[in-house]
C-alpha cells in the first residue's frame, strides 16, 4: 500500500539504511546551511493528454538506460458498493492474468526483457501497476499495458476469476494468520461509519469475493478503467516528444470510458472515545487507537505528520522516551498517519510490557498527550522532523520508480504532479503554534482504541464485523468532468503479438578503486555521483555464525548495542546528534558477517563521521541501555515464535546442520530467551575484541567522493584503530552429511488460517564454481513468478498466494529451502504437488530450454534495473567481499550467465533437490492437518513446539 510522496520517499531511504528505523534528522550544525536544508531537488516533467482523456506525466532522468513505466486508475476499494467488497483487489489480480491479443501470463514478456520493480497494488482511492524496463523495451511495455487497458474483457472467463478469487483469498488468509494480522480490518470498521466509502478494508469479504460473478467483474471494467479515469507517468531515459508519439501509438484508440462517480472527502470524526478488545495469536499485548483526520494533501494533514512524529516518530519521541526509557511500559511505541484522499487515519500503536497492566501505559499515554496538547511541539523537535523529511527525499530520488509514483501520486489525486512541492513547503513552513492548533482541533478527543491480547484466534471473517453504525452527513459522489473525448484509429497491428524486444542497453557499473588505511585497513571505493550523499560501510567477517562458543544472539544484540551509547555518549545524545547531522547510522548481522554503516549527506560527512567512529570504536554496554534492549529483544523472540514463518526459520538450521555447527542457529539471528537473559558486558566486550577490530574489517565506500578524498577522512578516524591481542576466532563451518531419508517436524498453532510449509536440505557455499547455474535452476524451479512452483501451486491450483524455492547465501553449505503458506485443508495435496515438482525437475520433467533461456535472458537484461542506486552498488560490493569474488564480477556477469548451458543447469537441479533428503518443518493447526500429512508417509514425523524441542505424543483415547 503506498503513501504520501513525502513519506513514500522516507520509507524508501529506510532501505538504505537495511531496515534499521531512521532517527529524525535536524539542522542544528550549523546556520549557514539552514537555507540549504529547506530545499528538495525538484522533478521537473512535461504534462499532456491525449483526445481520450488519458494523462501522461513524463519526467527525464538519463542516468540508466530504464524507464518506469506506472499506470495509474482512479479507483480503488472505496468505489466498492456493499455487497461487494474486495472488487477493486480482484480485478487487480485479474489484469496479470492476459488479454485478447497476449493470452498467457501477463509477467512473461517483462520477465524476457529484465523488468524490474514490477507488480499491481490496490488501495482505497486507486489501483496501480507499474514495471521499470530498459529503455529499448519501452514499445513492449507500453503494448501489454495498453493491451489489458483497451483488450481485456474477451480475455477473461470463468476459470480466470475462479483461479484468481482462490489466490485473493488464500492472500487474504496469509495476512490474517500473522500475529495481528485482523487488527487493521477491525479499526477500519470502527472508525468510519457503515455507510462511508471506508468502512471495509481492500481485501474485502470472503463472502463477498464467493458471490462476485463474472459479469460483476466484467461491469468494474467497463465502469472504471477507462483512459480518462488513469494516469500513466513515464520517468527514466526518454523525452517528451518520443513519449507523446509512443502513448499516443498504443494508447489513443481506447475509448475515455463513462464518467466516474467520484466518493467526495468526509472526515466523520467521532465526539467521543470509543473501544474494543481482540485475542489472537500473539506474543504480547498490543494497544491501537485512531483518530479520523483530514485527507491528504490538506494543510491540517501535513501539520498532523509532523504532530506524529514529533509525539511517537523515533528513539527521541515523547511517548517513546515517556514510555520505553522512563516508564519502562512498553517494548515499542509508533505514531503515524496514514493518508488517505477522503479522510486520513491518525494511528498510535504501543507494544506492551509483558506483565505490564494495560491500564498504566494508557494513563501514561493520556498523561503525555496532554502535555502536547497543551504546549505543542518545540522549535527543535520541528527542526529535526523537517531536516530528516528533506534529507530523506534527497537520497530517495535515485530510483526512477520512485520518481513516477510521486509524480503520478500528485496528478491522480491533486491534477498536480508537482503536489509533493507544495506539501513539503507546507511542512517546512510549519511552526510549534500551527502544529499544536491542528493538533487541539483533530486528535483530543473522538479516538478508538482497540486492545489485542495474547489468547484463542477467533475464525470471525472481522469483514463481517458490524464496526461503526451509519451517520448522518454522508455527501453524494459527484460525476468526474465529462469531457469532449474521442479515440484515435492506431496502426498497430495487435494480431501480430507482443513487440519484439531485440536489442539491451548495457550496464553502466563503476570501477572498484582500492586503497588503505595507515593501520592496513583495505577500502574499496565505487564512485557514484547521483546524489550528494556517501554510504560507507565496515564489513567484519563475524555473523550469527560467530555466535558458535557464544550465548546465541550475542553477535547480533552486540551490534544492536552499538548506537545505545558510548564512552562519552548516551543512547538519547547519540539520537540526537543522528537527527542534527541527517545521518543513518545502523548496525547488525547476516549469517556470516557482521556491518556498521553510515549514510551522510555531503556537507555533513565529516561530522558524521566522527560519531559513527565513536559508536563503533568505543561502545559502553552501559546496564540501563542493555536492560532496555534486552526486554525489546526478548519480546522479538517472542513475536517470532508467534509468526509462522519466524517459528520455521528458527526451527529448521537447527535440524539441517545439526549441534555444532555454525549455522545450527535460528536463521532470525535473535538466539533464545535464555541466551539474551544471561548476556553480560563482558559477552559483549569479548565478542568486539574477537572480531569487531581493525585486522578483520573491510571498509567499503559508495557515493559522492573519490579516493583521494574519503582515504584521509577515514584515516583520522579508523587510521589509529589497533587490534587487540590474540587472533580472530574461526568457524565451524565444515559439511555436513545429508539425513539418509526425509524427515517431517510438525509445530502446532491452533486456529491457524493457512498452514506454512518450509523443506530444506543443504547445496553448496555461494563460492560454488557454479554458483549462477544453481541460481538459474532456482529461478527456473521456483524463484520467479512463473516458476514450475508458484504456477502450480497459485496459478493453477489457486492454494496458496505464492510458493516458491529459494537458497539463502552463505559462505559455508547453504539451505536450499521449499516456502509455500497454503490454505489448512490443501496442506497434504500441495505437500504432494510440490514433491511432484521435486522429483518431476530431476526426473521425467527436466528444466527445458526454454524455462533456462527464460531466467538467463532476465538476469542479463534486468542489470540496468537493478543497478540504479548507490545502496544496490553497495550490495554488489559486499557480494564480491564476502565471497572472494573479483572486482570486475558485475562488468563480466553477462558473459557469464549467457555462457551457462543447459546441461550445467540440469546437473544443478541433480546436485541441488534430493525429495528423498529434505527436511520438513510444518506449522499449522495439528488437528485438521497431522493425519493427513502423516497419511503421505513421507518419513519419520515428530511434533516440536516453538522453541523446536519435541513434544510428548498424546495419550491414546
Known sequence: MTKKPLALLIAGALTLAGGVPLAWAAPAIAATTAAASQQIPELAYSRFTLPNGLTVVVHEDHKAPVVAVSVWYHVGSSYEPKGKTGFAHLFEHLMFQGSENHKDEYFKPFELA???????????????????????????????????MGHLLGAIGQPQLDEQRGVVQNEKRQGENQPYGRAGELIQAEAFPANHPYHHDTIGSMDD??????????????????????????????????????????????????????????????????????????????????????????????????????????????????????????????????????????????????????????????????????????????????????ASFVRGLEKVNTQASILAQGQLYHGDPGQYLKDFNAFMAATPASVKAVADKWISKGDYTLTVVPGKVDATDMAKMAGRAAATGAPAPVLSAKGDYKTVASDVDRSKGVPEVSSFP????????????????????????????????????????????????????????????????????????KQRLGAIIASGCGLDYCNASLNALDDQLKPSLDLFADIVRNPAFRDGDTSRLRGQWLARIAQEKSQPTGIALRTLPPLLYGQGHAYAIPFTGSGTEASIKSLTAADMHGFMDDYIRPDNVKILVAGDTTLDKIIPQLNAVFGDWKAPAGKVPVKNIGQVTPPSQARVFLVDRPGAQQTLILAGSLAPSTEAANNLEIQTMNG??????????????????????????????????????????????????????????????????????????????GDVRSMPGEYQTTSAVMGAMQGIALYHRPDDYVQTLKSRIEGQTDAAVEAAAKQIIHPDQLTWVIVGDLAKIESPIRALKLGQVQVLDADGKPVAAKPAK
Open 209 to 390: 469475493l464467493n458471490a462476485a460473478s463474472l459479469g460483476d467483474v466484467k461491469q468494474w471494467f467497463r465502469d472504471y478503467y477507462g483512459a480518462a479515469n488513469t494516469v500513466v507517468v513515464l520517468s527514466g531515459d526518454i523525452t517528451p516528444a518520443v513519449a507523446k508519439e509512443k502513448m499516443q501509438k498504443y494508447f489513443g484508440d481506447i475509448a475515455a470510458g463513462p464518467q466516474v462517480p467520484r466518493p467526495q472527502p468526509w472526515i466523520a470524526p467521532r465526539d467521543s472515545s470509543t473501544r474494543g478488545t481482540m485475542t489472537d495469536n500473539v506474543a504480547q499485548t498490543r494497544i491501537y487507537r485512531e483518530w479520523n483526520v483530514p485527507g491528504r494533501g490538506s494543510n491540517d494533514e501535513n501539520l498532523l505528520e509532523l504532530a506524529a512524529a514529533v509525539l511517537g516518530g523515533s528513539k527521541t519521541s515523547r511517548l517513546y522516551q515517556r514510555l520505553v526509557y522512563q516508564d519502562k511500559l512498553a517494548d515499542d511505541v509508533s505514531v503515524d498517519v496514514e493518508q488517505h484522499v477522503l479522510a486520513s487515519m491518525f494511528n498510535l500503536q504501543v507494544d506492551v510490557k509483558k506483565g505490564v497492566d494495560p491500564a498504566k501505559v494508557e494513563a501514561a499515554i493520556a498523561d503525555e498527550w496532554q502535555k502536547f496538547l497543551k504546549t505543542g511541539p518545540t522549535a527543535d523537535e520541528l527542526a529535526r522532523v523537517k531536516t530528516e523529511t528533506r
Open 114 to 148: 529484465g523488468s524490474t520493480d514490477q507488480n499491481g497494488t490496490t488501495w482505497l482511492d486507486r489501483t496501480n501497476y507499474f514495471e521499470t524496463v530498459p529503455t529499448s523495451a519501452l514499445d513492449m511495455a507500453l503494448w501489454m499495458e495498453s493491451d489489458r
Open 780 to 857: 527456473a524451479f521456483g524463484g520467479t513468478f512463473t516458476s514450475r512452483l508458484n504456477m502450480n501451486l497459485r496459478e493453477d491450483k489457486h492454494w496458496a498466494y505464492g510458493a516458491f524455492s529459494f537458497l539463502q547465501n552463505a559462505v559455508g553449505q547453504r539451505p536450499f529451502m521449499l516456502y509455500a503458506p497454503v490454505q489448512t485443508d490443501k496442506t497434504a495435496p500441495s505437500i504432494t504437488e510440490m514433491l511432484k515438482e521435486a522429483n518431476g525437475v530431476i526426473g521425467d520433467k527436466p528444466l527445458t530450454d526454454a524455462e533456462i533461456s527464460k531466467v538467463k535472458v
Open 506 to 577: 548495457d550496464l553502466s557499473f563503476p570501477e572498484l578503486q582500492r586503497g588503505k588505511l595507515d593501520n592496513g585497513i583495505e577500502v574499496v571505493l565505487a564512485e557514484r555521483h547521483t546524489v550528494p550523499a556517501v554510504q560507507l560501510q565496515l564489513l567484519f567477517d563475524a555473523g550469527f555464525a560467530a555466535d558458535q562458543g557464544r550465548k546465541l544472539g550475542t553477535s547480533s544484540f552486540t551490534m544492536n548495542m552499538l548506537d545505545e551509547g558510548t564512552k562519552t555518549l548516551d543512547s538519547v545524545e547519540i539520537a540526537k546528534r
